[in-house]
C-alpha cells in the first residue's frame, strides 16, 4: 500500500516553455500532499505544502506565480513550473500523506531538465 | 543552529559490519520522527517510524531520546544493498523537516 506515482519521470523543455508534474497517490487519499525540489548532492528542499481544496503554502524564497500548484482532489496534485529556465532544472518530488498517520510517502520524481 | 544535524559521513563500512547514526533537532515540539533512506537518483523511501520506547524492524533499531533531543539509527550486519544516503525526518505542526543525510557505502 500507500504507493504514489509521478508523471512524467523524466523531460525535456526548452527555456520559457511551461511544464506540469503529476502526483497521484494510487491506493490512499492524500488531504496533503508536498513539493520538494532536490539539486545534485543537495538535500530534499520543501518548496510548498499543498491542501485538497484550498491554496497551496509556499517556502519562502519559493515564487507561487513560477510554481503552481493545483490539489484538486484527494489523489491528485500539480505542479506547473511556468516560463522555465535552466537553474529550474532539478530533480522534482512529490510526496502524499495519508489522512490518518504522520508518515509521508514520496513519489519516483521528475528529473526536469531545462535547455 | 540547523533545525535538523547529522552525522556528515560518508560512512564507509564492511559488509556485515554494524553501523550506527546520529541525528540531533532543536525544535522541541517535533511530533514525529523517522528515518528515510534514499538511492542515488532516486526518491527517499520510508524506513522506519521512531518511537520514543524505541522500535526494531530486522537489522535495524531507532531510538529517540526526547530530553537530549537525538535520534539514532543501528544497523547491524550491514550489506552492500544497505548503501544508500540515510535521512533523518522530524514532523511537527504540518511541517516536515529533512536532514542532510548521511551517507553510507557498505564495501564487498
Known amino acids: 500500500g500507500a504507493v504514489v506515482s509521478q508523471h512524467p519521470s523524466w523531460v525535456i523543455c526548452k527555456s520559457g516553455t511551461s511544464v506540469k508534474i503529476e502526483c497521484r497517490s494510487l491506493d490512499f487519499q492524500a488531504t496533503t500532499m508536498f513539493w520538494y525540489r532536490q539539486f545534485p548532492k543537495q538535500s530534499l528542499m520543501l518548496m510548498a505544502t499543498s491542501n485538497e481544496g484550498s491554496k497551496a503554502t509556499y517556502e519562502q524564497g519559493v515564487e507561487k506565480d513560477k510554481f503552481l500548484i493545483n490539489h484538486a482532489s484527494l489523489t491528485l496534485s500539480t505542479l506547473t513550473v511556468t516560463s522555465a529556465h535552466p537553474e529550474d532544472s532539478s530533480f522534482y518530488i512529490c510526496s502524499a500523506r495519508p489522512q490518518q498517520g504522520y508518515e509521508q510517502y514520496f513519489g519516483p520524481g521528475t528529473r526536469l531538465t531545462v535547455t | 543552529r540547523k533545525e535538523v544535524e547529522q552525522d556528515p559521513g560518508p560512512f564507509n563500512v564492511p559488509e556485515g559490519a554494524t553501523v550506527a547514526f546520529n541525528c540531533t533537532y532543536s525544535?522541541?515540539?517535533?511530533?514525529?520522527f523517522f528515518w528515510y533512506r534514499q538511492d542515488c537518483r532516486k526518491e527517499p523511501k520510508l524506513l522506519m517510524s521512531?518511537?520514543?520506547s524505541g522500535n526494531e524492524d530486522g537489522r535495524f533499531t531507532a531510538q529517540l531520546n526526547r530530553a537530549s533531543q537525538y535520534i539514532s539509527l543501528l544497523i547491524r550486519d550491514s550489506k552492500l544493498s544497505d548503501s544508500a544516503t540515510y535521512l533523518c525526518v522530524l514532523y511537527y505542526g504540518q511541517n516536515f523537516v529533512f536532514g542532510p543525510g548521511t551517507r553510507l557505502s557498505v564495501l564487498p
Open positions: 521512531v518511537y520514543s
Open positions: 525544535n522541541s515540539a517535533s511530533q514525529s
